[in-house]
């Protein structure tokens, strides 16, 4: 893939993960090139204001449920994300239905609260309840593609 300019790193991973597939496609999006500061809203909910500074791109990633992203992380979301006009990855995984309108809310979301959406992606993973739907997804071919998106999305950064 040909590169312009510095690829910048995503320095904070937000995600909501019950399964743990939300947080494996979060992990292969940010990649491994330094540290990243990860929040899982299931274990540690914002419950104050975080401030990103607009040179951190950040990424969130989302399950989606009934075609939304969960409802007390929108609000959450909402609240507490605050974006200084940085570059924001939206991200929305899905159990092999459909995702319906959740990424476009997240990219909404991001945006009203301060961030440049620079990326967005839905991503397959296993149903949360329904196991048999989807089953072991994420696989190898899955992640592929989200490294794929992952390179791209550095390459808009950097450019950005």
């Known amino acids: 893939m040909h590169q312009t300019g510095k690829v910048e790193k995503i320095k904070i991973s937000i995600f909501f993960s019950p399964r743990g597939t939300t947080k494996k496609?979060?992990?292969?999006?940010?990649?491994?090139?330094?540290?990243?500061?990860?929040?899982?809203?299931l274990g540690?909910?914002?419950?104050?204001?975080?401030?990103v500074p607009a040179e951190e791109p950040v990424l969130v990633a989302m399950p989606v449920y009934a075609g939304?992203?969960?409802?007390?992380?929108?609000?959450q979301l909402s609240?507490?994300?605050?974006?200084?006009?940085?570059?924001?990855?939206?991200?929305?995984?899905?159990?092999?239905?459909d995702y319906d309108d959740a990424l476009l809310e997240l990219c909404d979301l991001a945006e009203e609260n301060g961030f440049r959406p620079a990326g967005a992606g839905a991503f397959?993973?296993?149903?949360?309840?329904?196991?048999?739907?989807?089953r072991g997804r994420p696989d190898a071919?899955?992640?592929?593609?989200?490294r794929t998106?992952?390179?791209?999305?550095?390459?808009?950064?950097a450019r950005a």
């Open 25 to 41: 496609t979060a992990r292969a999006i940010a990649g491994h090139e330094g540290p990243v500061q990860e929040r899982d809203l």
């Open 44 to 51: 540690r909910p914002l419950t104050e204001d975080l401030s």
């Open 68 to 75: 939304r992203i969960p409802q007390q992380c929108f609000e």
């Open 79 to 97: 609240a507490h994300l605050k974006g200084n006009g940085g570059p924001a990855i939206a991200v929305a995984v899905y159990g092999n239905r």
């Open 124 to 134: 397959l993973a296993e149903h949360s309840i329904f196991r048999s739907v989807a």
């Open 141 to 146: 071919a899955d992640l592929e593609a989200v």
């Open 149 to 157: 998106f992952a390179g791209l999305a550095r390459e808009k950064l």
